[in-house]
């Protein structure tokens, strides 16, 4: 027997639509028409649209696009650093109907073409700086269908640069239709972004966001920072990483700035904040420590206020230490591509006002509890799917559920069943359950040191490293040892004009450590970095490696 | 043939959980368990819940319910003012599944009934100032079906009151399990409460919302408002009406606080703002009026800043300006009860600052624009169902849709389908598109005036009444003529020791009225309000057609 309420109350377009981000923009556009939307560059080069111009501009691409026969699940890729380009094929591609797949700038010519080959991408766009190794990565490609290519001339690059396109991007915008009759997705479970994973080891993931996901994910943003209506974005973390965490669309839902930014350096990003009233930006740790590192003329620039959202294993306790110091307010947040970005925060309480600055660093630096509108984030033994008990001490795996989480992978059943087995999205990090209910990460399960059977987190080797006042990051991986298993190698990047001897690192670790948990090898390095900014253990385990076998 | 983002990339508990209002209390108790939550009265009697402590009580309740046989799609009635209780219902019953159905507190027995039968109530819940219209209603019903009678009783209510259930609310709710698992919705579309609507004419239609759009619409009330977490809510608007706007679930979204309030009066609700701190309310006209109005020793105890939000057919310009005048920031908004309230706001723009006080209480006196995760507001002509020219002269009817439209009226399909007719819900009032694309409602589509073959607006009319500084309300409504068809009758509220001739007002309205558009009959009364607030035209037309007929 059906209920009463079931009966003759159908969906209808009067009472259902679909959820999606490019209602955002649209709204923007209706509501807000001459706020600005985009800026780049200073006062002498400043490119601005407002968000009726924006609107049009996507508008037009779309329809340039269409023309072209871009339509439903076909797939656009743009190899494109943080300009107007790349805020604008964030919505014109999905007007399309189309799959946004948005290339890391720093890949190399056969990964750029597998995924060029993988995704089946029928146009790609390209910045004149990485035209090169886009033609490169063209001339890799093993499919034989035809493929768009335009140039995207940026006329504050400066650099080398060539066109391999058939047209630049501003004329092929110029054919496309400003009032083009855009429609949302039929399904809200529709593909809208396909990203892939930098994943260490096989070939990456093709990672596919749909559009439910996509607003939920950027609505969950905004609550989750309290972020005002006509808030100024600086673009430091780069837009093709998860999609710059569904902020395109976050800050179109709040019509707010994109502050553009082709390179993030301390100069760059000061002169940025000043110049447009920068209220907020994301980063990776490294993007927030080159302000807190910045020289004291440059800092000193700085206003008050500045809201900062940070991602990355775990935050050394310093730098969110530094964070307070120049009186901006750090919200960590925790997640994966698989997550669209952040879909977990370490939301700050009120009573850690009263506790010292180091005491509430190592409160923040935690993982934390579920987005907003992401349904749970959870530590559970992956044997059983219990959740370990909230003890601080049994160690699990974290797991997300709910519509912050991924469709799955592109043309890979397997790889999809295995991360949503369970009803749960397996991380992979492995962490512990506070009593608090905030999720502290131990590992990265690939970074786990055990070692005379004993587990050793590298996060906690790396964080007391870190607090010696000459270490500027450290990384800790395992070696193969003999007589233990493993080991724990550290290696060490030292702040400017500052040494340190390795005896001296070993002192300071046992004020914090137990004897067994000391690393047992030292090396003083420049410490490789992915283009957004994570560490490159992969690089370090191979160079530990290769200097173990050396010894 | 299926597309490549259309395999193998099903739904999942991982990827995909029903959205709803439910999810925002879990994640208030789980994130700040120990945030204040609910208030009720003051320093001497207040009670107090922490988010923590709702939560349980809202579970303990649910459990009480579920053990009484209240499952899925089942209705539980609630008669309460805005108590703690209130509160609690909104989480509570739906977390058994079962569709909560507030009654409006000022409705006499025999429309109690018809509603208890209508929308099969197995449970009514009853403050003590309601329990003996009640115990009416109950005897006058005609299904013989058992219903469960609670009794809540609210210490804070000092009035005459009986006890007809089986139990009171405490004792009923001591009998739950507060660590009740109740699970959300399978499908977000399932029904999360009935609102009547107040219906002057034949029987009240049953509006069914459902979670989505209840979700939803919070959300879209947290972006529209800015509203920061933690933010203090004060209870002026009856949460019988709408579901209080979706407020109990939004505020639970923020972790906010909910100032409950039994009673809306001057004192009370300036005590409640001081003593409180309140940050937040919403009302109609003349709740706003209420404190514009209030004696000035009342009057100077409020503080600046304080966030309120209006609806209302059109807010007369004096309050508007009498609420800068108070430094409140008043957010003007639009909706019907088949729109979960609001869903349309006149969103402020910058470039209204450098306008006169008058000049900018026009233009945020309109409906305005749809709210954010509403898809469209739009002034259609209902005949060829096309948008209206944006030219602020010709009218057509609002018309809504998107998610945050009802699912249609119970058991009344005839009636969904004309409401929901050509994938659009008819508002049923009147207005013109203005240039910037802001809606301006002309009259509720029953108010409008036909004057000699000349439509005039009821609302023009009254916002002129309203700029007589002796005038404290004024409504018009059409009655019939020999000659003209209709003509404009006023009814006039003074303000308490002001006086004012019917010559007087002619004079003062032919500084801003045509010739034929001045009322031609005035009275003087005090006017009858609806239970929230609003002028019951309805009843003034029929004393109008009576002191015609007697003249």
Redesign the interface.
Known sequence: MT???????????????S?SPL?FIE?AA???PH?LAVVHGDANTDIRYTWSELYSRCRQLASALATQGIS??DTVAVMLPNTPAMVEVHFAVPMTGA?LNTLNTRLDASTLAYMLDHG?AKAVLVDGEFAAVMQEALALRESTSPILVIDVVDPLYKGESRLIGTQTYNEFLSGGDANFAWE?PEDE???IALNYTSGTTGRPKGV?YHHR?AA?GA?SN??EW?M??HAVYMWTLPMFHCNGWTFPWAIA?RAGVNVCLRRVDAVSMVNAIVDHGVTHYCGAPIVHSTLVNAPPELRDRLPRGVNAMVAGAAPPATMLEGMEHLGFNLTHVYGLTETYGPAAVC?P??EWAQLSLEQRAQKNARQG??Y??Q?EVAVVDPATMRPVPHDAQVMGEIM????I????Y????EE?EK??A????HSGDLAVMEPD?YVRIKDRSKDIIISGGENISSIELEDVLYRHPSVQAAAVVAVNDERWGETPFAFIELKPETTVTEAQLIEHCRQYLAGFKIPKHFAFVELPKTSTGKIQKFALRQQAKAQMSAV
Not at 405 to 408: A, E, R
Request: net charge positive.
């Open positions: 209920g009463i309420y079931d009966q003759h109350l159908p969906k209808t377009t009067a009472n259902y639509a959820l209602s709204r209706q509501v807000y706020r439903k699940g799959v089946e949302l479970w529709d593909a596919v996901g939920l609505i905004l609550l309290d005002p209506k839902a939301a309480q009120q509890v579920g907003h509108l349904r997300f559920r709910g519509n989480v991924m469709k799955g592109l043309k890979n059943p999809t991360a949503l369970g009803g749960w999205f209910r």
